[in-house]
């Protein structure tokens, strides 16, 4: 089984994970919140369900780590880990700007990514040692000759604890504009060339694992505050970069002023 089954599978899932989506976009659905306040809708649950009934018939073997329905056979050498609404507050809010995230990982590294907006009909989707694609067609990040030419992205600034929000605003001063909200969708259009950066805190394994192969795919870089690759130990403080030459840029915007904390 190669690494292309495993694409047209992932695509597979995306496309049922938008079936299920679907129907409830704007219209009326069961909202619940969970311990840490967190929404979730009869959606996630439905597409996730319709993504999971799936893997166990085609991929028995591998693990499955998903927001909704926690983990199987996490400890096996291959992981789909699934994230079936990221952006649920947008969901919610009839903001077409929510993502499905279905990733791979083996041996813990994200091998496969597709990030899916299924009312706009975008689909992002990377694949370790090959170009990202966005609906099928190679895309690439954009060249970004210094940090005051950048666009910024970021969720929301209350994801941001204690000091890093500091550290943020250093960044964000440096930038050219700064745009909230968004969630994986931000990912992608830094893959597309629309957005140069992305810097998040907060975020757990289902929220990064499907960005790493379509942001990287398309010549960008990801890793975390400190410069280091994204694995499943991440601590979810993330940064998404279009031109990896301001990384170093990036970087030291963040952790200035370390020394005083």
């Not at 219209?27 to 649950?45: G, H, L, N, R």
């Not at 096996?76 to 699934?82: C, F, K, T």
């Not at 009312?119 to 190679?138: C, D, S, V, Y």
Request: aromatic share 6%; proline share 5%; charged share 25%.
């Amino acid at each position: 089984m190669s690494l292309t089954d495993d694409l047209a599978l992932a695509n597979r899932l995306a496309d049922a994970a938008a079936d299920a989506i679907r129907p409830f976009f704007r219209a009326a659905f069961q909202t619940d919140y969970k311990s840490d306040s967190s929404p979730v809708t009869e959606a996630d649950q439905a597409a996730e369900s319709a993504i999971r009934s799936i893997l166990e018939q085609e991929r028995p073997d591998d693990g499955i780590i998903g927001e909704e329905y926690g983990a199987v056979r996490e400890d096996a050498e291959r992981v789909w880990i699934l994230d079936p609404i990221d952006g649920t507050k947008s969901f919610i809010a009839g903001r077409p700007i929510f993502g499905s995230l279905i990733a791979l990982t083996q041996a813990g590294w994200p091998v496969l990514g597709i990030i899916d907006q299924p009312i706009a009909g975008e689909r992002w989707a990377g694949l370790t040692g090959q170009g990202t694609t966005f609906n099928g067609k190679p895309v690439s990040t954009r060249r970004c000759r210094e940090l005051s030419d950048a666009i910024l992205a970021s969720t929301a600034p209350q994801l941001f604890p204690g000091c890093t929000g500091e550290h943020f605003s250093l960044l964000a001063r440096d930038c050219r504009d700064t745009i909230w909200g968004g969630d994986c969708y931000n990912y992608g259009l830094v893959a597309s060339g629309h957005i140069d950066i992305v810097v998040e805190a907060g975020l757990k394994l289902h929220d990064i694992a499907a960005l790493v192969p379509v942001v990287e795919g398309a010549g960008g870089r990801m890793c975390d505050w400190s410069g280091d690759p994204l694995t499943h130990d991440s601590d979810g403080q993330v940064i998404a970069i279009g031109d990896p030459a301001r990384l170093d840029d990036v970087l030291e915007a963040l952790n200035a002023g370390h020394e005083h904390h």
